[in-house]
């Protein structure tokens, strides 16, 4: 095989590491951690959807898409297992506490249609602060 055809053979190969459970349910979780629509809370609906006062976002504008997380799935605990889980198996190193976020090495292994979720469901669980622009893994999700 000429080193063209290996060039051009691997531009068609697929990461293995995408097709791990961990990853994929990994995935998976991100496509049911929001509901389609504003969220329709007590709180929300009590306040005519004004969530100038709350700690953590409930409704989301994903580029044009509304959406509400679910918060029975969405607790910052919650969110830490699936993501530390998708992280050792994809990376093959464990995800520290208190880490600050490589939002690129996630966006490997997440498919890019759900990238627009990761930012808003790592804060909004309380998961993650921005500290100087740079997403760091809190104590308390642990």
Excluded at 20 to 41: H, I, M, Q, W
Excluded at 122 to 132: C, E, I, N, R, T
Aim: one cysteine or more.
């Amino acid at each position: 095989m000429s080193t063209q055809e290996k060039m051009t053979g691997d531009l068609f190969e697929v990461d293995k590491r995408l097709s791990l459970k961990p990853v994929t349910e990994f995935n998976s979780y991100l496509r049911a951690a929001f509901g389609d629509g504003k969220c329709t809370c007590v709180r929300c609906v009590t306040s005519g959807g004004d969530e100038s006062g709350y700690e953590f976002q409930h409704t989301f504008d994903l580029q044009g898409q509304v959406v509400n997380r679910r918060y029975a799935l969405t607790a910052g605990s919650d969110v830490l297992l699936v993501l530390k889980k998708a992280w050792l198996s994809y990376t093959k190193t464990e995800l520290g506490n208190g880490a600050i976020l490589d939002m690129d090495a996630i966006k490997g292994f997440v498919e890019p249609e759900l990238h627009k979720r990761l930012v808003p469901l790592f804060l909004a669980s309380g998961l993650v602060k921005d500290v100087d622009g740079k997403l760091q893994v809190q104590p308390q999700a642990a």
